[in-house]
């Protein structure tokens, strides 16, 4: 066998290569995390809750502390490509790690063109673009990424490490910025329309919360997860918290939300105080913002779509890694296809950024809910670990099965995916349970045996 066909097996030594130190894990938690959902929840969840939208921001910024830790210590505990897909794959076997897999899928799929949807959202507040116009733009975005990735997760880390820098800089800006605008009068009625809006705040809010896991899915290529992933992730998640909380604070607190920053807040306030061209110039930024997320997202999914292609969960052919990138360009080249033809889709169907957010945000909870499950497995309280990982699965468990019911009809489309998903899983035959140090398998059916590791070697 030659030529690309050759190279097509991962067992032909082509692996991963080892290159993310701590401060890149950093900016990949914190663009993965700290991106989209901050540039418009905060106005969208004030006008659906009013002030006390500020209790679903704290709740959700107290229960990423356990999911955060949940998923570092499985990662740290067996690093491979895949994240959660090889957790749920190592605790209950192929077909529950194919309806993870499909899910996750569909997360990116449906993912990746709300989150240009959001850019789409401040460019259509500061410019007058035309509603294909800012799709053109949107379409350029994910391209982008995907080129950046393309060259390999080194220059992709390298690129989140200066984005992050510039996002901080921004909310810092607008905390600031904006603190002398708030009025205490801003904060009454607290709660206008009763409590249960913040349930369904809080559904809106996971997404912003959301990127923990996607680190998880580059473990392979850590430098040393075992010392790496909590100190990254426990810096991450106090640094992300403090600017959600604050953000959120100074958008009740000076009103921006009323108006038509609901879903541009950022580029209100900034535009209230120095004007028109700060109101562009916020808008242009957010469109920077954007790219990260998607660029931070291309490289993390693109590795579950590599795992479940050698499990046979999804086409063999994209369980391919190129031998001189060491990346996954044929799984990186399906998440563009598919992220493109949703966005088609969103543009023809006319979908608000509510429902695309939602239906993104209803696969990512059920996903989340089958990582946490497999903590509980993995990290039995028996463990070296003792009992406080364990305890942190079953609470992260517990509470993504208690947002889904607030996520509303968009859940049925995870829904339906997950099922089609088990039945494809079943009726390949998938039944084994992944058996720790097993070779790789590429190209094989469900049914021949246990799913494949990814060599890990460093250069």
């Known amino acids: 066998m030659t030529g690309a066909a050759s190279r097509a097996r991962p067992s032909s030594g082509v692996s991963f290569r080892r290159s993310i130190r701590p401060s890149h894990a950093v900016a990949l938690y914190v663009s993965s995390v700290l991106g989209s959902g901050i540039l418009v929840l905060p106005g969208l969840t004030a006008r659906l809750a009013g002030p006390a939208s500020l209790l679903a921001w704290a709740l959700l910024a107290g229960a990423s502390v356990p999911l955060a830790l949940t998923f570092s210590g499985l990662s740290a505990r067996r690093p491979e490509a895949g994240g959660i897909y090889g957790f749920v794959r190592e605790a209950f076997g192929v077909r529950a790690a194919a309806v993870t897999g499909w899910l996750i899928v569909l997360w990116s799929f449906t993912g990746g063109p709300a989150v240009t949807l959001i850019a789409a959202s401040y460019l259509g507040y500061a410019f007058p673009l035309s509603r294909p116009e800012t799709f053109l733009l949107a379409f350029a975005v994910i391209g982008a990424a ?198 088609v889709v969103y543009y023809f169907a006319g979908t608000d950024l509510s429902t695309a957010l939602l239906t993104a945000g209803g696969a990512a909870l059920i996903t989340y809910a089958l990582g946490s499950a497999a903590g509980l497995r993995l990290l039995p309280p028996t463990a070296g670990g003792g009992r406080l990982p364990w305890l942190l699965a079953g609470f992260s468990l517990a509470f993504s099965l208690v947002l889904i019911p607030f996520v509303g009809w968009p859940i049925a489309v995870s829904l339906v995916g997950a099922t089609v998903a088990y039945l494809y899983a079943s009726r390949r035959g998938a039944t084994r349970r992944r058996a720790p140090g097993t070779p790789p398998r590429p190209q094989r059916p469900l049914s021949t045996g246990p799913p494949p590791e990814v060599a890990v070697t460093q250069r």
């Open 146 to 343: 995907f080129s950046v990735n393309y060259r390999g997760i080194t220059l992709s880390s390298r690129v989140q490490l200066g984005v992050v820098g510039a996002i901080v800089a921004l909310l810092a800006l607008v905390v600031l910025v904006a603190g002398r605008e708030v009025r205490l009068g801003n904060f009454t009625p607290f709660a206008p329309e009763g409590l249960l809006p913040v349930g369904t705040a809080a559904a809106f809010i996971f997404w912003s919360f959301l990127g923990y896991e996607n680190v998880s899915s580059v473990a392979a290529e850590f430098v040393d997860p075992a010392r790496d992933f909590r100190r990254s992730v426990l810096w991450s998640v106090a640094l992300v918290a403090v600017l959600y909380l604050s953000v959120a604070f100074v958008t009740v607190g000076t009103g921006a939300y009323r108006t038509g920053g609901s879903v541009a807040p950022f580029a209100a306030i900034l535009g209230g105080v120095f004007g028109p061209y700060a109101s562009e110039g916020t808008a242009l930024f957010a469109l920077f913002i954007v790219f990260a997320v998607v660029n931070a997202y291309t490289a993390g999914m693109s590795r579950v779509v590599y795992a479940a292609a050698l499990d046979g969960a999804l086409p063999g052919g994209l369980g391919w890694l190129d031998p001189d990138r060491r990346v996954p360009t044929r799984a990186m080249g399906f998440l563009l296809a598919g992220m493109s033809l949703v966005l």
